[in-house]
T-cell receptor, first 110, second 114 residues
C-alpha cells in the first residue's frame, strides 16, 4: 500500500512564525502536491512538484513556498504565518494520475 | 484556466434513495476524471476513475459514474444509498497540458438520514 505521511496531525502556531509542514511518501512517486481544504471551497492547490528540485505554483501560492530536495519528501513552508492560513493541509503523491493522500495537518494560527 | 464545478454543496437523502452528484469540468483537451470520498475523520480515498474506454465506470461500494464528453460532465450515481455513505465527495480532473496537475471541485457533503 502507498503510504503518505504528514509529520503532524495538529499544529498551533503564532502569527508571524515560520512554519514547516513535512510530507513523506514511500512509493517513489514523481509527483507530489500540497492542497489546503476549507469548508465550501474544496481542495485548492498550493504548489506541486513533478521531480526533485522542480516545483510549480498552484492556484493559491501566495504566502507559501515549498522544498523538494529528495524525491520522497515535499515540504510546505509558511514564511510568516497569518490567521487566514488556518486550515487543513493535505499532501498527496501521484502516479499515472492516481493521487494518494496523507491524513492531513490541521493548522491553527493564533 | 481549468476548473471543476460541483453544483450541489450539501445533499440530504434518506436511506435507499437514489443519488446523483453533478460534476462539470472546463478543459478542451485530454482529461482523466476521478471521484474521491472523505468519510468523517478519515483521509481522502479514491472512489472511481475514468481514463479511457467505456464511459460508464464502476467503483467501490456500488458507486458508478458516467463520462459525457459533449457535456464535459462526470456525474456520480448510486441506485440506493446507505447511512454509511455519509461523507464528502470530491470530483477531480487531471489534465496533461503541462505537468500532471490534479484539480478538485469544491466538494459535495452527503448526509444520509437513517
Amino acid at each position: 500500500d502507498v503510504k503518505v505521511t504528514q509529520s503532524s496531525r495538529y499544529l498551533v502556531k503564532r502569527t508571524g512564525e515560520k512554519v514547516f509542514l513535512e510530507c513523506v511518501q514511500d512509493m517513489d512517486h514523481e509527483n507530489m502536491f500540497w492542497y489546503r481544504q476549507d469548508p465550501g471551497l474544496g481542495l485548492r492547490l498550493i504548489y506541486f512538484s513533478y521531480d526533485v528540485k522542480m516545483k510549480e505554483k498552484g492556484d493559491i501560492p501566495e504566502g507559501y513556498s515549498v522544498s523538494r530536495e529528495k524525491k520522497e519528501r515535499f515540504s510546505l513552508i509558511l514564511e510568516s504565518a497569518s490567521t487566514n492560513q488556518t486550515s487543513m493541509y493535505l499532501c498527496a503523491s501521484s502516479f499515472s494520475g492516481l493521487a494518494f493522500f496523507g491524513q492531513g495537518t490541521r493548522l491553527t494560527v493564533v | 484556466a481549468q476548473s471543476v464545478s460541483q453544483h450541489n454543496h450539501h445533499v440530504i437523502l434518506s436511506e435507499a434513495a437514489s443519488l446523483e452528484l453533478g460534476c462539470n469540468y472546463s478543459y478542451g483537451g485530454t482529461v482523466n476524471l476521478f471521484w474521491y470520498v472523505q468519510y468523517p475523520g478519515q483521509h481522502l480515498q479514491l472512489l472511481l476513475k475514468y481514463f479511457s474506454g467505456d464511459p460508464l465506470v464502476k467503483g467501490i461500494k456500488g458507486f458508478e459514474a458516467e463520462f459525457i464528453k459533449s457535456k464535459f460532465s462526470f456525474n456520480l450515481r448510486k441506485p440506493s444509498v446507505q447511512w454509511s455513505d455519509t461523507a464528502e465527495y470530491f470530483c477531480a480532473v487531471i489534465t496533461y497540458s503541462s505537468a500532471s496537475k490534479i484539480i478538485f471541485g469544491s466538494g459535495t457533503r452527503l448526509s444520509i438520514r437513517p
